[in-house]
């Protein structure tokens, strides 16, 4: 069973590239998030999605777009990538918004050069 | 919306003492208060919560207590040792009412030896 599955670990790109963090859990579960994590800051939600077809935007959204390609998936994109975007990114799934356990993934590092 | 305090940033305590971690809330609609364990490398981890309904709930050496009117939550973690080091958030939703999970900054523990 393996949980919650970010790809890829670690990445560095260049200002104003762009790329897709994947993420895909396996436990049936109807809500997906994306988290930044940041020296001090703590754990800031960026997008949400509380079942397949929807999508919220959560603390920090700007700079970011998300798909929820189906149930198991939930991506985030990056278009113009900035050093300000320099961060390790957490993908996290709950069951339903009844159930409150979040089960994370093991992390994206992203550097933005 | 929703805005969680989490207080100290850092904690070091001898190993045998106790720690306690408070974080505060702003949202009075919040039911739901759950606490993350992240080890180094890791992606954060459930290890207790509480309800609103509720004003303390306990599992061996941890600990919650909440207080409602006050709006503040604390972790207390007796007889500590050193697999306890790690770093602890606190978070607070509207369970059964809205998707959003909203994080406190974080307090990195040391136990020393």
Redesign the interface.
Known sequence: NAG?TQTPKFQVLKTGQSMTLQCAQDMNHN?M?W?RQDP??????IY?S?SEGTT?K??VPNGYNVSRLNKREFSLRLESAAPSQTSVY?C?S?LS??E???F????SRLTVL | ?ENVE?HP?TLSVQEGDSAVIKCTYSDSASN?F?W?KQEL??????II?IRSNVGEKKDQRIAVTLNKTAKHFSLHITETQPEDSAVY?CAA?K????????????TRLHILP
């Open positions: 919650v809500s998030y988290y001090g800051m703590g754990l800031r939600l949400y509380a919220d959560g603390e957490f996290a709950t918004r009844s409150g356990e979040l994370f993934g093991e992390g | 919306g989490q940033s739901y759950p993350y490398g890791k992606g954060p981890q459930l919560d958030f939703s369970m059964n009412r809205d998707d959003k999970i909203i994080f406190g900054k974080g």
